[in-house]
């Protein structure tokens, strides 16, 4: 019989304890998984931005609007090879969470050019040009609305007054899962025709793509030199620098998750602790016997570990099978409720990290009553017989 064989059936004696403590690290790793996830979501805009793509806001505010003038100018700056605008309209269809969406405006004519990674039938994106009022949605959320082509949206907005009416012209997909697909974007001239004077040809940001991603800060420095003493003063940065100052709004929300999470690891240590503990009290003449057989204090105490062992990767296994349905529901619970977040996917890394998390925590819970295991004297051990 070999180790593992000796350990397993050692946890068998008591299986209540044993499925209770498996469940209990189960729905810890459950917890972990669900927790990195959802600090995971916050960063899932990095794993799409590109290196030779950079934003030019305003310094003031990222509320801050920018002259549609500043385009041209924009584009002749040595590097820059494409540039695109966009920004947000905040429109809502009813005044309920459920109903939210993001939507912007874009520039049609070079939107595309830039963001490449948004892909849409021929025939659509022709038809989405061809008309002033016409909208993109993503895959997701024209399924979320039953939207079809040649559907009327209709936007209400405080900040640009009024009813504004789209007609759904396509529904564009992600090249890869990671792409938002809950975006609705249409023409900016749509919209800026309609405007009064003192609103129109402002845009909300601009974003460059670069001939050399060697060259962006050069190129960038160039770009916020030629407007330092304009009234509407850049700041043109990296598209990862971009997103990150978005994330850095939420610090304070993924501070407090990245403790919790690591706090249910902490629970862990002391449940598994304390079922080896019991284990090995409940088990001390089992142990002397060994002794008393020619077992060495290692193969104790590597039986010790190794039922810890056992127990984290049950643990884990549990959890991690439960992991994707249970996300999946909560995704859809909020999604109802408050809106798209858009997409959620346990990555790889996150799986390693709890696997690994689960693993460590066992093996660390089981190092105390191990140790106390190799230490015990045969005579004492045996003495308990009577």
Not at 164 to 170: E, K, L, P, Q, S
Not at 302 to 313: F, M, T
Request: with cysteine; proline share 5%.
């Amino acid at each position: 019989m070999t180790l593992g064989q000796l350990a397993f059936k050692d946890l068998l004696r008591n299986p209540t304890r044993l499925l209770l403590t498996v469940l209990a690290t189960g729905i810890g790793v459950l917890a972990f998984v669900f927790l990195q996830t959802v600090i995971s979501v916050f960063y899932s805009g990095l794993a799409v931005t590109q290196p030779d793509r950079l934003a030019v806001r305003s310094k003031i505010s990222i509320t801050q609007p920018l002259p549609l003038s500043y385009k041209r100018r924009i584009e002749s700056v040595p590097g820059v090879t494409r540039i695109t605008y966009a920004g947000w309209f905040g429109g809502r269809m009813s005044e309920t969470r459920e109903d939210f969406f993001p939507n912007f405006y874009v520039d049609k004519a070079t939107y595309l050019k830039v963001y490449d990674e948004y892909v849409a039938p021929a025939d659509q994106l022709a038809a989405w040009m061809a008309d002033p009022c016409g909208a993109m949605a993503g895959k997701s959320l024209a399924e979320r609305f039953d939207w079809q082509i040649g559907d009327r949206v209709t936007l209400k907005n405080a900040v640009y007054p009024g009813e504004w009416t789209f007609t759904v012209r396509g529904i564009y997909a992600g090249r890869t899962p990671q792409i938002d697909t809950t975006l609705f974007a249409f023409g900016y001239r749509c919209i800026n025709e309609r405007l009064p004077e003192e609103l129109r040809d402002y845009v909300g940001i601009y974003t460059i793509v670069v001939d050399d991603p060697a060259r962006s800060a050069q190129v960038a420095a160039q770009i916020d030199a030629m407007f330092a003493n304009s009234a509407y003063p850049t700041r043109t940065e990296s598209e990862r620098s971009f997103q990150m100052s978005f994330i850095a709004m939420s610090s304070a929300i993924l501070t407090a998750v990245r403790i919790v999470a690591y706090g249910v690891l902490l629970i862990l240590l002391l449940v598994v602790g304390n079922t080896l503990a019991m284990n090995v009290r409940e088990k001390t003449v089992d142990l002397a016997t060994l002794r008393a057989l020619g077992f060495r204090r290692r193969h104790v105490a590597a039986l010790v570990l190794v039922e810890s062992l056992v127990i984290g990767l049950a643990g884990a296994a549990v959890g991690l099978l439960l992991a994707p349905p249970v996300l999946s529901g909560f995704v859809r619970v909020v999604s109802e409720s408050f809106g798209p977040i858009g997409t959620v996917v346990i990555t790889g890394p996150t799986y390693a990290l709890a696997l690994g998390a689960s693993v460590g925590v066992a093996l660390l819970a089981g190092l105390l009553p191990a140790l106390r295991a190799a230490r015990l004297q045969v005579a004492e051990g045996l003495r308990r017989i009577a």
